[in-house]
């Protein structure tokens, strides 16, 4: 049994055997001594120290000069940690051995000492010296296991882990029973990158320490430990399912390791189950309340919740770390928290600190992340300082993929720099002049969305911007304005602020990874007051006989930065929001994407953004993944097909195969039914080209009218595009869409819902929406933006509310579906609907439910009925109820199967917090649109713009 590995077989042999001899006991005494050995070396192999212990002492009793047991003795005592005890016995043993014929016995103490003085000498960090002595031993006695082992260490410890693995493989061979010889490979193994070769190692170890019994499994370190290794391998490959498997073992095999709780929180947040991986960092703290790890973590994870204060918290004890990395990174984290909260000057009061630290690895990042907040405010000077010194920063070449983040925070900053300088020289143009999307140069604005290396055709097409002029003294030229808003009258900048604050609250999301911006809310409201007072102003020409309200083109994107005047079309509209989130937040790419390059354009420029990517779960967006799975499914069946990367048909097949599509309910059964990386159209109900059809078939003038059937458009109402981009204003036939198969005929093409497999990563597909903007797609949601503002403008001429709050959200159903700006359609969308609805003399007053996301209820309806029949709930004032059907409603809109919103509630069943209550108690007291001053005049220029939104007590611009 011995030689088959069996000890606790042989332990139950010999016990019996002990018994039996025990009954003739002199006669038996040396048979006896034999048997003791015997147990006492498989209890010591079996890691039952004590009980290996007990049987040498009872060799002893009977034979005190047996000097095996006793060198056997010393062993044991050794690997309990007891040294001293172990070097008397090995003495005593060398002593008894006779020098003539014990040679082997004399060499084992002589080794066993040797290898003690080894053990001690890596436990002191002398692993050389260990190493050394271990030859010494080794090459006397090459099977040593216990000296193969200890080299192993040693080796491991000083980076030598080929050859460390060599000892532990040799060790292995020889009693390939013992767990923690491959524990110790496994180790080694991952170090040197093998990672299968160390979760196989460690899948072993757990397993032979689960077969020991209690006492020696919890001696030798326990499967815990190799649990939570594998958990840590497996999180390393990112592959966040098996990780959180083995860690949650782990923690239910010994719940006191408080850094496999640490883990286990990381691969659940990793996973986007913020909540759940809180609560095992929480678990963590309670067990090592200085785990410094555990606390920035758990401030990282509540920040990406949108819980703000606790995040706080936990950073600021991540701070105390005497860890200065761990310190850095909480600075970093809470900086970054503020700038997303809107509050840029608090933020670069913490990356002051931050930049303190000097570590030149993290220098690039801090310096760009200051750059910007500088930006926001208008502090041109100190940003324009920040950017440049972080482009000149020098990365190390041994910074791997740190080193290529760090490169595009400088690629950035060459971008953020020239928009600094492009804002700062125009502070004084008035706002409604001045834009930077028909300003800039298309490939600028390319590169920068693309956020890669500026290109050879932009250095040498790009006009670098001029240099500041040097700064002038305090009290005089244009950085000296003062006042409320540069000069701006004090009182109507309070009334604006107050309203815009008000309102923009609305804006918030209350789902989690969205963080409450507070310098977006008031931009927002600005927004929101700004058209509502355009609108009315357009109201007014319309009322009196006129054609329309005639605006200057030199600042309208539509216009392509043409001199002149036009008529104030939807275009002009989204642009007042537009310019105001631009001017909010100059680091996101909020542009045209029409206004790119042609050829980028062409290509179809587009937004992205995922519910589920590898495995997962996005943590703003998941919410939406069901709906969105059930829809695409609807979709692929319609069809009966999907769509590979060249837009070719990729077939369903069979009945099989289809009925494999209905019962799939992750992306990944979906990806393995379809077999490749593939994505389905949403088609999009039409209602201009229903209008189109029934005029076509003979409708009368009056229900054309009715319908604000606008295929002959008033002149210049389509702030479109670029000149002759707009249907009808060129004589050539469009080109053919790719999409004219893809959806049915009174259909544009919506969103589209997008499965691929993510490479390098296991088990792991991305579920997302990608809109590819097109001029031919361009060209649809163009006329179909235009017939929708002429509708809700001819509904607010008419006075009628509930045709006007109907009209206004089909507005926005297509323009969330149309997603015409590289980032920030859906604020500027909402923002949008708060200024019509205001200008329609109806405000907005109750804030968006909890886990509710307005544009995703566009995107995931195919008629815009589906879209106002939701919104109709909660959002529409109660004087525009009931909201009357749209014109040209058919039964598709209702047909979908995507299932309801999560949290279509009823009026007033949205939130119930005192915060809530506040919020919609001051904006049913906002007043009219028209008693407040001004926006367009009272904040005319950048510099007044900036200026009000930092607040009065902030230093000028």
């Given amino acids: 049994m011995v030689a088959s590995q069996d000890f606790s077989g042989a332990v139950k042999v010999l016990d019996e055997a002990i ?56 062993q044991v005592l050794q690997s309990m940690g007891k040294q001293a005890e172990a070097r008397v016995v090995w003495e005593a043993a060398t002593s008894l051995a006779d020098p003539a014929s014990d040679l082997e016995v004399q060499q084992m103490a002589t080794n066993s000492v040797a290898l003690q003085i080894a053990i001690n000498q890596i436990n002191g960090g002398q692993v050389e010296q260990a190493e050394a002595l271990l030859d010494s031993i080794l090459a006397s006695n090459p099977s040593d296991l216990s000296a193969l082992v200890a080299r192993g260490t040693a080796r491991a410890l000083a980076r030598k882990l080929k050859e460390a693995v060599a000892d532990f493989t ?24 093998d990672v299968q070769g160390a979760l196989t190692d460690l899948e072993k170890a757990a397993q032979l320490l689960a077969e020991l019994p209690g006492g020696a499994a919890d001696a030798a370190g326990g499967p815990a430990d190799c649990h939570a290794e594998r958990g840590m391998l497996f999180h390393k490959q990112r592959d966040y399912r098996r990780a959180v498997k083995e860690l949650a073992k782990a923690t239910e ?16 947040v990793s996973m986007g189950d913020i909540r759940e991986g809180c609560k095992a960092y929480e678990k963590a703290i309670e067990l090592a309340p200085q785990m410094k790890e555990a606390w920035l973590n758990l401030g990282q994870a509540l920040k990406e919740e949108g819980r703000v204060k606790e995040a706080e918290r936990a950073l600021t004890k991540a701070m105390t770390s005497a860890d200065g990395g761990a310190c850095l990174a909480a600075y970093r984290l809470l900086a970054t928290m503020r700038q997303g909260q809107g509050r840029q000057a608090d933020a670069i009061k913490v990356l002051d600190k931050a930049l303190g630290f000097k570590r030149e690895d993290q220098r690039v990042e801090l310096l760009y992340m200051r750059a910007i907040c500088y930006h926001a405010l208008g502090y041109a000077r100190a940003a324009l300082a920040d950017y440049e010194a972080c482009m000149n920063c020098k990365p190390r070449v041994d910074e791997g993929p740190a080193g290529e983040e760090s490169r595009m925070f400088q690629f950035l900053s060459f971008y953020q720099r020239e928009m600094a300088l492009f804002t700062a020289h125009s502070l004084d143009r008035r706002a409604a ?19 890669g290396a500026p290109s050879p055709e932009l250095f040498t097409s790009y006009k670098m911007q001029p240099a500041l002029p040097a700064e002038r003294s305090s009290g005089s030229g244009r950085g000296s304005s003062s006042g409320a808003a540069g000069g701006a009258d004090a009182e109507q900048v309070a009334a604006l602020t107050a309203a815009a604050d008000v309102i923009g609250q609305l804006l918030q999301n209350h789902h989690q990874g969205f963080l409450p911006n507070v310098r977006q809310q008031r931009a927002a409201g600005y927004a929101a007051a700004e058209l509502a007072q355009a609108v009315r102003a357009l109201l007014a020409e319309r009322a009196a006989g006129r054609e329309g309200l005639w605006v200057n083109s030199e600042g309208a994107s539509g216009q392509g930065g043409c001199s002149g005047r036009h008529l104030f079309g939807w275009r002009d509209a989204m642009d007042i929001v537009v310019k105001w989130r631009q001017l909010a937040e100059p680091a996101d790419q909020v542009v045209w994407v029409d206004l790119l390059t042609p050829r980028e354009f062409e290509a179809g420029f587009g937004s992205h ?26 979709c692929l069946l319609e069809k009966g097909h999907a769509y590979d990367a060249q837009n070719r048909e990729v077939g369903l097949g069979g009945e099989d195969k289809q009925e494999a599509v209905r019962k799939a309910r992750s992306a990944l059964e979906l990806y393995r039914v379809i077999g490749q990386d593939s994505w389905v159209v949403v088609p999009l109900h039409s209602l201009h080209k229903a209008q189109q059809q029934q005029q076509q078939q003979g409708s009368s003038p009056a229900a054309a009218a009715n319908n604000g059937n606008t295929s002959s458009s008033r002149p210049g109402t389509s702030g479109s595009s670029r000149p002759g981009s707009s249907s009808g204003s060129s004589s050539t036939a469009a080109p053919k869409r790719i999409s004219d198969a893809m959806v049915p005929p009174l259909c544009i093409e919506g969103t589209r819902l997008t499965l ?20 031919p797609r361009w060209r ?14 001819d509904a607010m001429l008419r006075g009628d509310k509930p045709a006007a709050a109907a009209a206004i959200l089909c507005y926005a159903y297509y323009w969330y579906n149309f997603m015409p700006l590289a ?19 109806m405000p907005i007053s109750q804030p968006i439910p909890t886990d509710y996301q307005v544009d995703w209820e566009a995107i995931l309806a195919k008629h815009p009925q589906q879209f106002i029949d939701r919104l109709s709930r909660w959002f529409v004032p109660e004087d525009a109820l009931p909201v009357p059907p749209l014109p040209s409603t058919s039964a598709s809109s209702s047909s979908s199967s995507a299932g309801a919103s999560p949290a279509a509630s009823p009026r007033g069943g949205s939130s119930s917090s005192s915060s809530s209550n506040k919020v919609v108690a001051a904006a049913k007291a906002l007043p009219d649109v028209q008693q407040m001053p001004a926006v367009a005049e009272v904040l005319a220029t950048l510099r007044q713009r900036l200026k009000a939104l930092n607040g009065p007590d902030a230093k000028p611009v």
């Avoid at 390098?760 to 097109?774: K, L, Y």
């Avoid at 649809?780 to 403008?793: G, P, S, V």
Wanted: aromatic share 10%; net charge positive; hydrophobic share 40%.
């Fill in 433 to 451: 002049d001045f834009c930077l999307d028909s300003e800039l140069t298309p490939l600028f604005k390319e590169c920068w969305c693309k956020k």
């Fill in 19 to 74: 018994d039996e001899t025990r009954q003739d006991y002199t006669a038996a005494q040396f048979r006896l001594v034999q048997l003791h050995l015997n147990r006492g070396i498989c209890n010591q192999r079996l890691h039952l120290n004590r009980k290996a212990l007990k049987d040498y002492d009872a060799v002893l009793a009977l034979m005190p000069s047996n000097v095996n047991a006793l060198l056997r003795k010393g």
């Fill in 823 to 841: 980032r920030g359609t859906a604020a500027v969308g909402y923002t949008t609907m708060l200024g019509l609805f205001w200008a329609a003399g």
């Fill in 609 to 634: 953004t995922p519910m589920f990517s590898g495995q997962t779960k996005c943590v703003r967006y998941f919410m939406n993944f069901n709906r969105a799975l059930e829809l695409a499914k609807e």
């Fill in 170 to 193: 040799k060790a292995i061979e020889i009693e390939p029973r013992y767990p923690d010889t491959y524990k110790r490979r496994g180790q080694a193994r991952s170090a040197l990158g």
């Fill in 780 to 793: 649809e949601f163009d006329a179909e933006l235009e017939a929708a503002w002429e509708r809700l403008i």
């Fill in 756 to 775: 691929v497999k993510v490479p390098n990563q296991p088990d792991a597909v991305e579920f997302s929406i990608r809109t590819p903007v097109t001029p």
């Fill in 253 to 268: 095999l010994d719940p006191s390791n408080a850094q496999a709780w640490n883990y286990l929180g990381l691969g659940r």
